[in-house]
């Protein structure tokens, strides 16, 4: 079956994500600026980063690398357009995060908001711990059940609803258990509410110093 994802136009895909009754971004990328003043990383990786959302937010001359992860080759070639600026500190790289290619080394921040809900977390967490530094750390934004709201709210950006078939909510509780067994430990959590309703959980991890 091909991954819903790369069936989703980049416009469509925005277009939803930043419509009044949603209005996702704008607090994902709240969240991701709030990091990097908390723990101001110098590697850093973001998973399911879509059109770039949050990549405004960093000071690229004290940044060594940011690594942009996502499945989806069109919304990565709107990424480098948008930060042409800056592709010397940015590298995109197309990959299934089920089981990517690639090995990132010495990496400060991982930041997945939303990409969990897509993938085999499990599997995933014990990749992505070899990528992190000693002390380096990981935060995970998960979105929480609402019970008036579908997991994927409605909008006019009909082709979202294809993610329905994949998208699973994944409990905080699973996922910090699953990430401490990956080296992991959990340092903070939060929950940030929505103007929608909806909520997000976001937790806070830094691998284990050996
Ligand atoms: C809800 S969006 C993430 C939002 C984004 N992290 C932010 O902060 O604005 C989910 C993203 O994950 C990507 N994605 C979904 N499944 C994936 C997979 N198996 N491997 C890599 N990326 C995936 C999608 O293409 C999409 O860009």
């Known amino acids: 079956m091909k991954n819903p994802w790369l069936e989703i136009k980049a416009e469509d895909y925005e277009g939803h994500m930043e419509s009044p009754d949603i209005d996702q971004l704008k607090p994902l990328r709240k969240i991701f600026s709030t990091a990097l003043k908390d723990f101001c990383p110098k590697r850093i990786a973001l998973l399911g980063c879509s059109t770039g959302n949050g990549l ?121 258990s699953a990430a401490e067994s990956n080296s992991f430990c959990l340092i903070s959590s939060k929950i940030h509410s929505l103007k929608s309703g909806k909520q997000f959980w976001e937790g806070r991890f830094e691998k284990t110093k050996y």
């Open 56 to 176: 405004e937010e960093i000071d690229y001359k004290k940044i060594e690398k940011v690594y942009a992860l996502d499945i989806n080759n069109e919304y990565l070639e709107i990424l480098k357009k948008r930060h042409s600026k800056n592709l010397t500190k940015i590298e995109t790289v197309v990959c299934d995060l089920n089981s990517p290619r690639i090995f990132l080394e010495r990496i400060d921040l991982v930041y997945a908001a939303l990409i969990f809900e897509y993938i085999d977390f499990k599997k995933s967490l014990k990749i992505i711990s070899q990528w992190v530094k000693s002390g380096g750390i990981l935060i995970a934004v998960l979105q929480l059940p609402c019970a008036n709201i579908p997991e994927v709210t409605p909008s006019p950006f009909k082709s979202l609803e294809k993610l329905s078939s994949i998208m699973k909510l994944v409990k905080p509780e699973y996922f910090i």
